[in-house]
T-cell receptor, first 110, second 114 residues
Framework: GESVGLHLPTLSVQEGDNSIINCAYSNSASDYFIWYKQESGKGPQFIIDIRSNMDKRQGQRVTVLLNKTVKHLSLQIAATQPGDSAVYFCAERGTGKLIFGQGTTLQVKP | DTEVTQTPKHLVMGMTNKKSLKCEQHMGHRAMYWYKQKAKKPPELMFVYSYEKLSINESVPSRFSPECPNSSLLNLHLHALQPEDSALYLC?????????????FGDGTRLSIL
């Protein structure tokens, strides 16, 4: 069946360092992927997306990498700030629906 | 601030009550969604509306009844809920259900069933 997973439930980084959050997916037919950030008491907030015909996409301080060979997705956050502390979900578009991974909690240490 | 507005932000209700959750978007999106999210878990899809028609019901119990009065509004009517229904209920919208475009979420209604 389809599943999207993250490798680590929690990631702790020092303020100013770069963060890398990983996600593995199982459906090789998935053609679209999204990263969401969810802060406490808020809904998921769109960060960045990538289509399957791309392997890299950059935004402001964020980069998403897609490796279709190993079905792996990652989110890189440059110069991590305290405001980046949140739960990060990857999501895969499969069979007309978004399928979410389990989430990684990013903790930023001052 | 989110462009998808959900009310109320919090709701406490007994198992015999009837209440409704409301969602509104003014982005011109033609697809709207209800999700349920338990603590420390990802959102789980409940319903999908496309052009004001219900297109997906993820085998949700009939005590949850969705309604889409127009392209900007989405309601979720609640009746005879169980304690295990306590959760964060999220509404989302997108331009349409197909294609490669993201869903935009509201901040949810936190529902507690006594």
């Amino acid at each position: 069946g389809e599943s999207v997973g993250l490798h680590l439930p929690t990631l702790s980084v020092q303020e100013g360092d770069n963060s890398i959050i990983n996600c593995a997916y199982s459906n090789s037919a998935s053609d679209y992927f999204i990263w969401y950030k969810q802060e406490s008491g808020k809904g998921p907030q769109f960060i960045i997306d990538i289509r399957s015909n791309m392997d890299k996409r950059q935004g402001q301080r964020v980069t998403v990498l897609l490796n279709k060979t190993v079905k792996h997705l990652s989110l890189q956050i440059a110069a991590t700030q305290p405001g980046d502390s949140a739960v990060y979900f990857c999501a895969e578009r499969g069979t007309g629906k978004l399928i979410f991974g389990q989430g990684t909690t990013l903790q930023v240490k001052p | 601030d989110t462009e998808v507005t959900q009310t109320p932000k919090h709701l406490v209700m007994g198992m015999t009550n009837k209440k409704s959750l409301k969602c509104e978007q003014h982005m011109g999106h033609r697809a709207m969604y209800w999700y349920k999210q338990k603590a420390k878990k990802p959102p789980e899809l409940m319903f999908v509306y496309s052009y004001e028609k219900l297109s997906i019901n993820e085998s949700v119990p009939s005590r949850f009844s969705p309604e889409c009065p127009n392209s900007s509004l989405l309601n979720l009517h609640l009746h005879a809920l169980q304690p295990e229904d306590s959760a964060l209920y999220l509404c989302a919208s997108s331009q349409w259900t197909g294609g490669n475009q993201p869903q935009h979420f509201g901040d949810g209604t936190r529902l507690s069933i006594l």
